[in-house]
DNA sequence: CCATCATATATCCGTGACGGATATAGTCAA
DNA sequence: TTGACTATATCCGTCACGGATATATGATGG
C-alpha cells in the first residue's frame, strides 16, 4: 500500500536515511554507520529509530527491499520516489540553510 | 529554570522560531509570517506547534520576552544562548546540506 | 577457554513534539 | 453586519522518536 505522495519536509531521520542509501543498497546497521558519518556524529540513529522509520519509509513507497542476499542481513534500496524525495529535500535543506547563513552573516 | 545546555540537533520548528527573532523582536503572529517567508511556504507552523515551542524554548533559555510593549502583542527576542544555539544548528544544516548535494551531484 | 565487544536485526513502549481544531477578541473593509 | 485578517491561547489526539531490551553470531584477547 504504498502512497502516492511523500510529505515534505521529510523527518531528520527519513531524510538521513534516504541519504545513505542513495546509490548504495545497505542494510540496516550499515545505514546507522552511514548517517553517524554523514552528520559527523552529531546524529546518533537507534536501532527503534532505524527500523521503526525504515518501515514507514518502505510503507510510503520511498524505500524497498534491495537485491542482495545474504543470509543475516538485509538490505534496503532507493525507490524512485525516494529518490525524488531525497532530492527535493535536499534542495529545501539547501535553501534553508543559505537563508540562514546570509541572516546570522549580516549582523 | 533555564536549562544549562541546548539539546543539539533543534526541531525543526525550533530551529525556525529561533532563526525568525534573530536580530528582531517578534511576537508570535509575526514568527509565523516570516517562518513561511524564510521557508518558501514550505513549513506551515500553526498556533499549536508555535505557542508550545516557544513555551520549551522558553523554558530553555533560548528565547525571552522581549521590552518592545504593545499592548495585544507579546515580543520575544533571543537570548544569548539562542544565538549560540542557532548558529551551531545553522552550521550543523549547511554542512549536512552539502554533504547530501555532493552525494547527489555526483551521481 | 571464556569473556567481551562489534555486528546485526528486531520489538516494546514511554515521552514528548507536533499540529489541527477550537475559542476569544479587536480591526477594517465591502 | 458579515467576513477576513490579526493576534494570542489552550486542548488533545497522533505519531515519530529513541532508549532499553532481547537474541544470535563472529572476532578478539587475556
Chains 1, 2 share one sequence.
Not at 38 to 55: A, C, E, F, N
Not at 62 to 89: M, P
Amino acid at each position: 500500500m504504498s502512497k502516492s505522495e511523500p510529505p515534505l519536509p521529510l523527518t531528520p531521520a527519513v531524510f538521513h536515511i534516504l541519504l545513505a542509501l542513495f546509490g548504495k543498497e545497505r542494510h540496516g546497521y550499515d545505514i546507522m554507520q552511514q548517517v553517524r558519518a554523514d552528520s559527523r556524529d552529531t546524529v546518533k540513529m537507534g536501532p527503534g529509530t532505524l527500523y521503526g522509520s525504515l518501515d514507514r519509509v518502505i510503507e510510503a513507497g520511498l524505500v524497498a527491499r534491495g537485491d542482495t542476499q545474504d543470509s543475516r542481513r538485509i538490505y534496503y534500496r532507493l525507490t524512485a520516489l525516494g529518490q525524488t524525495a531525497l532530492r527535493a529535500e535536499t534542495e529545501r535543506l539547501s535553501r534553508v540553510a543559505l537563508v540562514a547563513r546570509r541572516q546570522l552573516g549580516s549582523a
